[in-house]
């Protein structure tokens, strides 16, 4: 079964930077399309970005276009978020996510298979 593992949420004062990671448990995890979400308290989750199987296809939230980036390598089985230039309204649970599929189909959680328990962002001064 395939398990992920989110790390390196903080708190950390807006305009800020930091780095997730999600670690994956099988050598088939380059077979999957990845997604990173996101829920705040009180709000419904939402989906944030993805990359394709191979990482030649990103999308982002419009929110956070320019300044988080989605990367992976297959080889290390691990997929990254740099957040750069953090605003309080990022403050969330944040989750990666893997299709069964090679491709995103969009960000909505209900297309994602199989979860991490989230690793949680603070931005506030």
């Known amino acids: 079964q395939l398990v992920l593992v989110e790390s390196g949420g903080d708190l950390v004062q807006p305009g800020g930077s930091l780095r997730l990671s999600c670690a994956a448990s099988?050598?088939?995890?380059?077979?999957?399309?990845i997604g990173w979400f996101r829920q705040a308290p009180g709000k419904e989750r939402e989906g944030v970005s993805c990359i394709s199987d191979r990482g030649y296809v990103t999308d982002y939230e419009d929110s956070v276009k320019g300044r988080f980036t989605i990367s992976r390598d297959n080889a290390k089985k691990m997929v990254y978020l740099q957040m750069n230039n953090l605003k309080p309204e990022d403050t969330a649970v944040y989750y990666c996510?893997?299709?069964?599929?090679?491709?995103?189909?969009?960000?909505?959680?209900?297309?994602?298979?199989?979860w991490g328990q989230g690793t949680q962002v603070t931005v506030s001064s």
């Open positions: 996510a893997a299709r069964r599929y090679s491709v995103c189909a969009g960000r909505s959680a209900r297309e994602y298979d199989y």
């Open positions: 099988e050598v088939t995890f380059y077979y999957h399309a």
